[in-house]
Protein backbone atom coordinates (compact mmCIF):
# COMPACT_ATOMS: atom_id res chain seq x y z
CA UNK A 1 0.00 0.00 0.00
CA UNK A 2 1.62 3.80 -1.23
CA UNK A 3 1.92 6.53 1.73
CA UNK A 4 -0.22 8.79 0.18
CA UNK A 5 -3.82 8.41 -1.92
CA UNK A 6 -5.71 10.75 -3.83
CA UNK A 7 -9.44 11.58 -2.65
CA UNK A 8 -11.90 13.96 -3.59
CA UNK A 9 -11.48 15.68 -0.42
CA UNK A 10 -7.40 16.20 -1.69
CA UNK A 11 -4.33 14.20 -0.20
CA UNK A 12 -4.47 11.89 2.05
CA UNK A 13 -1.20 11.05 3.61
CA UNK A 14 -0.62 7.82 5.88
CA UNK A 15 2.23 8.42 8.47
CA UNK A 16 4.48 6.52 11.46
CA UNK A 17 5.34 9.66 13.89
CA UNK A 18 8.13 9.68 16.33
CA UNK A 19 7.10 12.01 19.10
CA UNK A 20 10.29 13.86 21.57
CA UNK A 21 13.17 13.82 18.86
CA UNK A 22 15.84 16.68 18.69
CA UNK A 23 14.08 18.35 15.58
CA UNK A 24 11.23 18.44 13.20
CA UNK A 25 12.07 16.69 10.47
CA UNK A 26 10.40 14.32 7.68
CA UNK A 27 12.53 11.39 7.31
CA UNK A 28 11.70 9.29 4.56
CA UNK A 29 9.33 6.35 3.73
CA UNK A 30 8.87 3.12 6.12
CA UNK A 31 7.42 -0.09 5.33
CA UNK A 32 5.80 -2.33 8.45
CA UNK A 33 5.71 -5.54 8.24
CA UNK A 34 2.28 -5.85 7.45
CA UNK A 35 3.43 -4.36 3.83
CA UNK A 36 1.98 -0.80 4.17
CA UNK A 37 4.03 2.08 3.30
CA UNK A 38 4.16 5.24 5.90
CA UNK A 39 5.75 8.09 5.41
CA UNK A 40 8.08 8.75 8.45
CA UNK A 41 7.92 12.03 10.95
CA UNK A 42 9.95 12.87 13.61
CA UNK A 43 8.58 15.78 15.82
CA UNK A 44 10.25 17.48 19.23
CA UNK A 45 6.61 18.54 20.85
CA UNK A 46 5.39 15.93 23.21
CA UNK A 47 2.41 13.79 22.70
CA UNK A 48 0.41 15.87 25.30
CA UNK A 49 -2.81 17.67 24.66
CA UNK A 50 -2.76 17.02 20.98
CA UNK A 51 0.43 19.40 20.66
CA UNK A 52 2.80 16.34 18.79
CA UNK A 53 -0.98 16.34 16.11
CA UNK A 54 -0.40 20.43 15.71
CA UNK A 55 3.31 19.96 15.08
CA UNK A 56 2.54 17.40 12.30
CA UNK A 57 -0.38 19.40 10.48
CA UNK A 58 2.29 22.53 10.94
CA UNK A 59 5.30 20.56 10.06
CA UNK A 60 3.21 18.75 6.95
CA UNK A 61 1.53 21.81 5.78
CA UNK A 62 5.08 23.30 5.32
CA UNK A 63 6.64 20.84 3.18
CA UNK A 64 3.69 20.80 0.74
CA UNK A 65 3.19 24.41 0.99
CA UNK A 66 -0.68 24.76 1.84
CA UNK A 67 -1.92 26.97 4.88
CA UNK A 68 -2.07 24.88 8.33
CA UNK A 69 -5.88 25.26 8.01
CA UNK A 70 -6.21 23.08 5.18
CA UNK A 71 -4.28 20.21 6.50
CA UNK A 72 -6.81 17.76 9.57
CA UNK A 73 -5.95 14.73 11.06
CA UNK A 74 -8.01 11.92 9.73
CA UNK A 75 -7.37 8.92 11.93
CA UNK A 76 -4.79 8.02 14.83
CA UNK A 77 -4.93 11.17 17.01
CA UNK A 78 -3.59 9.18 19.77
CA UNK A 79 -0.83 6.86 18.23
CA UNK A 80 1.95 6.80 16.46
CA UNK A 81 0.44 5.57 12.96
CA UNK A 82 -1.84 8.79 11.73
CA UNK A 83 -3.51 9.79 8.52
CA UNK A 84 -4.10 13.48 7.28
CA UNK A 85 -6.07 14.54 4.91
CA UNK A 86 -4.45 17.87 2.96
CA UNK A 87 -7.92 19.81 1.14
CA UNK A 88 -7.03 20.29 -2.42
CA UNK A 89 -7.98 19.77 -6.19
CA UNK A 90 -6.23 16.94 -7.94
CA UNK A 91 -3.40 18.88 -9.92
CA UNK A 92 -2.22 20.35 -6.68
CA UNK A 93 -1.97 16.89 -4.72
CA UNK A 94 -0.68 15.57 -7.76
CA UNK A 95 2.03 18.06 -7.46
CA UNK A 96 2.31 17.55 -3.82
CA UNK A 97 3.23 13.92 -4.11
CA UNK A 98 5.95 14.98 -6.61
CA UNK A 99 7.01 18.08 -4.06
CA UNK A 100 7.71 15.31 -1.23
CA UNK A 101 8.96 12.13 -3.22
CA UNK A 102 11.97 14.70 -5.02
CA UNK A 103 12.14 15.57 -0.86
CA UNK A 104 12.87 12.19 0.46
CA UNK A 105 15.67 11.73 -2.36
Do not use: H
Not at 36 to 56: T, Y
Not at 82 to 96: G, H, R
Amino acid sequence: MDWYRITQEGLELFLRVTPRSSRDTIEGLETADDGRQRLKLRIRAVPEDGKANKAVIALLAKAVGMPKSSVTLGSGSTGRNKSVVVACSFEKATAMVERLTSSLS
